[in-house]
């Protein structure tokens, strides 16, 4: 794509997951923050940050239009990334309004320790439960009263989706509990069977959406009935006295700063909204491309010879090790053939190492901004390598 001109003919980035490239249009956008309109957002009343902050609400607008929810009802918050987020909200959790908190075996280290802190913080039980193999939750076979559900809506070594997401937010509210979704993974290829889905928070990553390095919050105005506040500071408030103060949070209009304590990043943030309008702008066919070179990436290794696959069904994150090839040497072989590739448990120690016994594998993260030689490059320097 034009938008990754700067891409080297060799240069085959394979570590999306991570985080994505970043298109022109928002390096463009983040580059004219600097030099046109450099400035706090959300408190300057000169020209530059009025411009600034145009441009912060409507990302905010931008993404809620993204997910399908309705701004009477949820909020966009910014942040540092998907862990600050799930910590943000699970640190200040009131536990009196809930008996347990719940997550999956196949989550990232994010939203797995973060509910073990939460446990040991609030002396609520925690239980570990299934997925299925193609993402799913056997809904009936758990107990969600009153939990807290922390999940994530697609995983980082296979992509597989928690498909029944819509079923698992009623089950879960019908028994009185909330649902955290850890969309790291689904916002950059897999948000369809998330938007419109009224869970009560949804944390992400920009970075692994074509933006800069920046999180989001999107979450229900009623979670703030069930949050004590344990993470203050500028930004914050209308009023402070001596000993109380005033959150800026209590109205609508501001409510967005319940989780932005202090300066946040501009510049990432207006980069952001660039990186939503190419999203929109994208036509089936570039799609369409990430498709067929996910396919072509993902049936070559599913038939090579000593490839042992973790995932069950092609997706863009693919992970997998070579019978008697250590994936670490292997990945530095890639390495130096300009292949980058990630290698190790990918922050999924829990799963993979543990319930699984793998081996340390390698992660193959396909992109939008790969084309199909990137994947004959693969083929050819994997097959002379494994030989
Ligand atoms: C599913 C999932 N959750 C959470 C995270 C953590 O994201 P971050 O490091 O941006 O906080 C990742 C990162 O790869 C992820 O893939």
């Not at 001109?5 to 022109?24: E, F, H, N, T, W």
């Not at 994530?152 to 909330?178: M, P, Q, W, Y």
């Not at 689904?186 to 948000?191: D, E, G, K, L, P």
């Not at 993902?298 to 010879?305: G, M, P, Q, T, V």
Request: aromatic content about 10%; glycine content about 6%; charged content about 25%.
């Amino acid at each position: 794509m034009k938008e990754f001109d700067y891409l080297g003919a060799k240069d085959v980035y394979l570590d999306a997951a991570c985080q994505s490239l970043r298109p022109r249009p928002v390096i463009d956008a983040i580059s004219q923050y600097y030099t046109e309109h450099n400035s706090c957002g959300e408190r300057v009343k000169y020209k530059w940050g009025i411009e600034t902050d145009e441009k912060v609400e409507a990302t905010r607008e931008k993404v809620l239009k993204f997910l399908k929810l309705s701004g009477r009802k949820y909020t966009v918050s910014f942040t540092l990334n998907t862990t600050y987020g799930i910590n943000l909200i699970l640190s200040q959790l009131n536990p009196k309004h809930f008996d347990k908190v719940i997550t999956s075996e196949i989550e990232h280290n994010s939203p797995f320790l973060s509910t073990i802190a939460f446990s040991k913080r609030t002396g609520l039980s925690r239980k570990v439960i299934k997925r299925n193999e193609d993402g799913s939750i056997e809904i009936e076979n758990y107990d969600f009263n009153r939990a807290v559900v922390v999940v994530n809506c697609a995983s980082n070594f296979d992509g597989r989706k928690l498909l029944n997401i819509k079923e698992l937010t009623k089950a879960v509210h019908k028994a009185g509990g909330i649902i955290i979704i850890d969309a790291a993974q689904a916002m950059s290829h897999s948000s369809d069977i998330l938007k419109g889905v009224e869970v009560d928070a949804i944390c992400f990553s920009a970075h692994k959406m074509y933006a800069p390095s920046l999180g989001v919050i999107v979450w229900r105005d009623d979670l703030i009935e069930k949050m004590d506040v344990g993470f203050i500071g500028g930004g914050m408030v209308d009023d402070v006295k001596k000993e109380s103060y005033l959150l800026s949070a209590e109205s609508k209009e501001h409510r967005y700063t319940r989780f932005e304590s202090g300066l946040q990043a501009w510049g990432e943030i207006v980069g952001f909204g660039a990186a939503l309008d190419w999203l929109n702008s994208l036509l089936k066919k570039d799609w369409k491309n990430l498709e067929n070179n996910t396919k072509e990436l993902y049936e070559f290794l599913k038939n090579s010879d000593k490839v042992h696959m973790v995932n069950h069904e092609a997706n863009p994150t693919m992970s997998f090790y070579v019978e008697g090839v250590d994936s670490h040497m292997l990945g530095n072989a890639l390495s130096r053939d300009n292949i980058m590739a990630r290698t190790g448990y990918f922050c999924a120690h829990y799963y993979l190492d543990h319930v699984m016994g793998f081996p340390p594998l390698i992660r193959f993260s396909l992109g939008l901004h790969n084309r199909p030689e990137d994947i004959e490059i693969v083929k050819n320097e994997l097959a002379k390598i494994v030989k």
